[in-house]
């Protein structure tokens, strides 16, 4: 489906996206957006906080796993994710002495890096035109009828490609994420603040009178 006037109508809603991970450094928002699977942003950015003030990248190559998980447990899957973050740091020392590269590539071969984590860091490092397809993207992609019920992410991914102008990825996809995490909620969408609502068709939408 092709929505008439896409990108003002995000404009309109959401005129000022930008990340909503705090990061100072490069390594900081990779580790950020890996912390950030299956848990918002608010959380991760609390346990950054602390993580990032007891551990530079060196620090995090060398860190007891215990104490990783212990910081950063209510992130969930914290067991995993201290083993990514710590083999992450590793990594990257050894082969870009500690720096992000502009590799993706090298970003997908990471424990815990696929595609959406490296479509984020490459946009939001890099200004690489991308659209990152996370949880809220998928959503508002579907309820919108832009793709199909059981389409992938790659395959929402391709069709959002398609439909928007290159030059608008990395901001539409910023937009769209908060577009899905304030109004085009999973529960309780804000319909009437909404400017897609004569284009969608969601069995969620609200009848506004």
């Given at each position: 489906?092709?929505?008439?006037?896409f990108n003002?109508?995000?404009?309109?809603?959401?005129?000022?996206?930008?990340?909503?991970?705090?990061?100072?450094?490069?390594?900081?928002?990779?580790?950020?957006?890996?912390?950030?699977?299956?848990?918002?942003?608010?959380?991760v950015n609390?346990?950054?906080?602390?993580?990032?003030?007891?551990?530079?990248?060196?620090?995090?190559?060398?860190?007891?796993?215990?104490?990783?998980?212990?910081?950063?447990?209510?992130?969930?899957?914290?067991?995993?994710?201290?083993?990514?973050?710590?083999?992450?740091?590793?990594?990257?020392?050894?082969?870009?002495?500690?720096?992000?590269?502009?590799?993706?590539?090298?970003?997908?071969?990471?424990?815990?890096?696929?595609?959406?984590?490296?479509?984020?860091?490459?946009?939001?490092?890099?200004?690489?035109?991308?659209?990152?397809?996370?949880?809220?993207?998928?959503?508002?992609?579907?309820?919108?009828?832009?793709?199909?019920?059981?389409?992938?992410?790659?395959?929402?991914?391709?069709?959002?490609?398609?439909?928007?102008?290159?030059?608008?990825?990395?901001?539409?996809?910023?937009?769209?994420?908060?577009?899905?995490?304030?109004?085009?909620?999973?529960?309780?969408?804000?319909?009437?603040?909404?400017?897609?609502?004569?284009?969608?068709?969601?069995?969620?939408?609200?009848?506004?009178?």
């Open positions: 489906m092709v929505i008439e006037n003002k109508k995000l404009d309109m809603m959401i005129p000022d996206a930008k990340c909503e991970l705090n990061y100072n450094r490069d390594y900081e928002l990779l580790i950020a957006t890996v912390l950030s699977a299956q848990c918002t942003d608010k959380r609390e346990v950054t906080k602390v993580l990032f003030s007891n551990y530079d990248i060196y620090g995090l190559s060398e860190a007891d796993k215990k104490d990783i998980e212990r910081i950063i447990r209510s992130c969930g899957s914290h067991t995993k994710k201290s083993s990514y973050i710590i083999e992450i740091a590793k990594s990257l020392i050894t082969n870009y002495n500690g720096v992000v590269p502009n590799n993706r590539e090298y970003l997908e071969s990471l424990p815990g890096v696929g595609r959406k984590t490296a479509n984020v860091v490459l946009s939001n490092l890099f200004n690489v035109a991308a659209i990152a397809v996370d949880t809220h993207v998928e959503r508002v992609s579907k309820r919108l009828k832009i793709a199909r019920k059981n389409d992938s992410v790659l395959v929402v991914e391709k069709k959002l490609m398609k439909m928007i102008p290159k030059d608008l990825w990395s901001r539409s996809h910023h937009q769209m994420v908060l577009f899905g995490r304030y109004i085009c909620k999973a529960r309780g969408p804000l319909c009437e603040n909404c400017s897609f609502y004569d284009d969608c068709s969601s069995k969620d939408k609200k009848a506004i009178k």
